[in-house]
């Protein structure tokens, strides 16, 4: 365990030893080392993370993905296939607190790697293993990638509208849940540790952790047979909840589903004979008819600007809110009073923008302390000052593809 409660962060005795690559291992990888923990990412040499790669845009070729997800990172140079690269990384862990892999099961046993093997270097290690289908089961061994688990989870079934085909969601939300899922897992291990003295393995799959946000989806169906389908904007029964469109062509969301805060509504459109209107003055009977009221609504909306419907909803305690996009966010004062984006230097962007460290916790606050390195920027910390390699023993490494 790294001892160095001079740092900020909750996390700042954990070391931990990152070789994911790609998105559902290093979200893992990113959330602990937001609060502190050292995060050493393991790369392979040359080539690095092809999240390095990734990315919408990509100003002269860089991506602008990686600065984020391996922020607060150290990055390192392994050649896992070999020997030699294997021994350097059964090194580390002598002194390491949490493993993070994201290879397809049975890898890393492979590369004689296995937890068996290096628990007995270190009994107190927790390997966090994200997967998509987990360790163990008739499909452990397939590849699955985030789209794979969020559509057998059951999410890509009922998102989008029911009259096109299933959605995919605009971010990799399966890999991230499967990552989150993950860092609670690691740091249950490392509470149950204070107790035990054990490390464990840490078993999350990508489907099974979408599975986990589907409400009572299997329940319904189980109890009742019924079966979620595509709702769109809307979730059917629950009203009024929607989108809803503006005089100016602008969009709001308003959720006024709660009989107190649709009677404010009401009150708002100048129609407070509708709360006790037999058809809408229940949340079952506003469930049962759902489009007429939501006609309603959106016709008073319409008569109305983005501001105005805004500032009345929020001085009458209705809940609603914009559609924001990046830019929205960059400008509210909500965001800006908050800290929730941050500029921080990129040695080769200048200052950036993006999203800051949450949750905020009050006496042991994370940071966003560097975006993410350079391929193999730590090799000389983690050679030298960790392992106490000479520069001749790294030189002969370098030359033998082993870093």
């Known amino acids: 365990m790294q001892m160095?409660?001079?740092?900020?962060?909750?996390?700042?005795?954990?070391?931990?030893i990152e070789m994911g690559q790609l998105l559902a291992g290093p979200f893992c990888g990113q959330l602990l080392g937001d609060f502190g923990a050292e995060v050493i990412k393991v790369e392979p040499p040359e080539i690095g993370d092809p999240m390095r790669q990734w990315g919408r845009e990509k100003p002269h070729g860089k991506s602008l993905w990686w600065p984020v997800v391996a922020r607060n990172k150290k990055s390192i140079t392994v050649n896992l296939r070999v020997e030699e690269g294997q021994k350097i990384i059964k090194e580390l862990v002598k002194n390491a607190d949490i493993l993070i892999e994201n290879f397809r099961p049975g890898t890393l046993e492979r590369w004689n790697m296995s937890y068996e093997t290096l628990s007995e270097i270190n009994p107190r290690l927790i390997m966090v293993r994200v997967s998509g289908y987990g360790q163990t089961g008739p499909y452990s061994k397939r590849a699955g990638f985030g789209a794979i688990g969020e559509a057998m989870g059951g999410l890509r079934y009922v998102s989008g509208d029911p009259s096109t085909q299933p959605s995919r969601m605009g971010i990799s939300i399966g890999d991230e849940l499967a990552a989150m899922h993950a860092c609670m897992g690691a740091l249950?291990?490392?509470?149950?540790?204070?107790?035990?003295?054990?490390?464990?393995?840490?078993?999350?799959?990508?489907?099974?952790?979408?599975?986990?946000?589907?409400?009572?989806?299997?329940?319904?169906?189980?109890?009742?047979?019924?079966?979620?389908?595509?709702?769109?904007?809307?979730?059917?029964?629950?009203?009024?909840?929607?989108?809803?469109?503006?005089?100016?062509?602008?969009?709001?969301?308003?959720?006024?589903?709660?009989?107190?805060?649709?009677?404010?509504?009401?009150?708002?459109?100048?129609?407070?004979?509708?709360?006790?209107?037999?058809?809408?003055?229940?949340?079952?009977?506003?469930?049962?008819?759902?489009?007429?009221?939501?006609?309603?609504?959106?016709?008073?909306?319409?008569?109305?600007?983005?501001?105005?419907?805004?500032?009345?909803?929020?001085?009458?305690?209705?809940?609603?809110?914009?559609?924001?996009?990046?830019?929205?966010?960059?400008?509210?004062?909500?965001?800006?009073?908050?800290?929730?984006?941050?500029?921080?230097?990129?040695?080769?962007?200048?200052?950036?923008?993006?999203?800051?460290?949450?949750?905020?916790?009050?006496?042991n606050p994370g940071e966003v302390r560097q975006v993410g390195p350079k391929l193999g920027e730590h090799n000389n910390y983690v050679f030298l000052d960790i392992l106490k390699r000479t520069e001749d023993e790294m030189s002969a490494l370098k030359k033998a593809g082993v870093i």
């Not at 740092?7 to 005795?13: M, N, V």
């Open 188 to 363: 249950m291990a490392v509470h149950a540790r204070e107790r035990t003295g054990k490390g464990q393995v840490v078993d999350s799959a990508i489907y099974e952790s979408v599975l986990n946000m589907m409400e009572s989806l299997v329940t319904e169906h189980h109890v009742a047979g019924y079966t979620r389908e595509r709702t769109g904007p809307i979730i059917p029964n629950v009203a009024p909840s929607n989108i809803f469109e503006t005089s100016d062509q602008q969009m709001i969301l308003i959720a006024a589903n709660q009989d107190g805060v649709f009677s404010r509504l009401c009150k708002v459109m100048d129609r407070p004979e509708l709360s006790s209107d037999e058809r809408y003055s229940t949340h079952s009977a506003r469930g049962k008819n759902q489009q007429e009221l939501d006609d309603l609504i959106n016709n008073w909306t319409k008569t109305k600007s983005l501001k105005e419907v805004e500032s009345l909803c929020n001085e009458n305690g209705i809940p609603a809110g914009l559609i924001y996009k990046a830019k929205d966010m960059i400008e509210d004062p909500h965001f800006k009073a908050r800290e929730a984006i941050i500029d921080i230097e990129h040695p080769e962007f200048g200052l950036i923008k993006m999203q800051n460290v949450a949750p905020k916790l009050s006496r």
């Open 4 to 16: 160095n409660n001079m740092k900020k962060g909750a996390l700042s005795d954990l070391r931990v």
